[in-house]
């Protein structure tokens, strides 16, 4: 159980154009949701928290404006990269975590999705 | 958030196990120790999670310091598959909304 299912894996786009990523939880309803960002060799940095029917937490010097985060529904979060360029290319994760006691669940991610921009 | 300090990276043979450290000093009371790692080109999966006692699941062995300021993952027997990077985090209990910071992690290889 707990599957976190991430679209597209892989996306290519025009510098300037948008670029929409889901996630959906296949199996449990998820009221928060993350965003992370990663650049080749480097670790998973958070960009966001993703909250069901309210306004995104974004974290320190992430654009909010650039970083659309729309949590409509429990099991649906898509994070949309608008007016792309190439230094928005990067690999985009999401995360979830099935709602409970801690010590029963850990977090589960999506298989990621690698956006380049040209 | 409470910081983890792993080492960089690990070598290990196949078949053989692996001990993978991690010093988080900082941690409180409460925090729980989570394990994750990593594939090539894939998101983080979830490998093991305590808070005190030391924990035991298909894929792992969590050994936690009486203390609580380090811990260790065991890979009984690695395999080649067991290549990732291997991420040690720290998160408060409560809601699941508690993000995860990741820090460097320890990238472990496989030799054959």
């Known amino acids: 159980g707990a599957v976190v299912s991430q679209h597209p894996s892989r996306v290519i786009c025009k510098s300037g154009t948008s670029v929409k990523i889901e996630c959906r939880s296949l199996d449990f309803q998820a009221t928060t949701m993350f965003w992370y960002r990663q650049f080749p060799k480097q670790s998973l940095m958070l960009m966001a928290t993703?909250?069901?029917?309210?306004?995104?937490?974004?974290e320190q010097g992430v654009e909010k404006d650039k970083f659309l985060i729309n949590h409509a529904s429990l099991t649906l979060s898509t994070l949309t990269v608008t007016s792309a360029h190439p230094e928005d290319s990067s690999f985009y994760i999401c995360?979830?975590?099935?709602?409970?006691?801690?010590?029963?669940?850990?977090?589960?991610f999506g298989s990621g999705t690698r956006l380049t921009v040209v | 958030d409470a910081k983890t300090t792993q080492p960089n990276s690990m070598e290990s043979n196949e078949e053989e196990p692996v001990h993978l450290p991690c010093n988080h000093s900082?941690?409180?009371?409460?925090?729980?120790i989570h394990w994750y790692r990593q594939l090539p080109s894939q998101g983080p999966e979830y490998v093991i999670h305590?808070?005190?006692s030391n924990v035991n699941n298909r894929m792992a062995s969590l050994a936690i310091a009486e203390d609580r300021k380090s811990s260790t993952l065991i890979l009984h027997r690695a395999t080649l598959r067991d290549a990732a990077v291997y991420y040690c985090i720290l998160s408060p209990p409560g809601a699941a909304g508690n993000k995860l910071t990741f820090g460097g992690g320890t990238r472990v290889l496989v030799k054959p």
């Open positions: 993703s909250n069901e029917g309210s306004k995104a937490t974004y």
């Open positions: 900082t941690i409180s009371g409460t925090d729980y």
């Open positions: 995360s979830a975590r099935r709602g409970g006691i801690l010590a029963n669940y850990g977090y589960t």
């Open positions: 305590g808070l005190t």
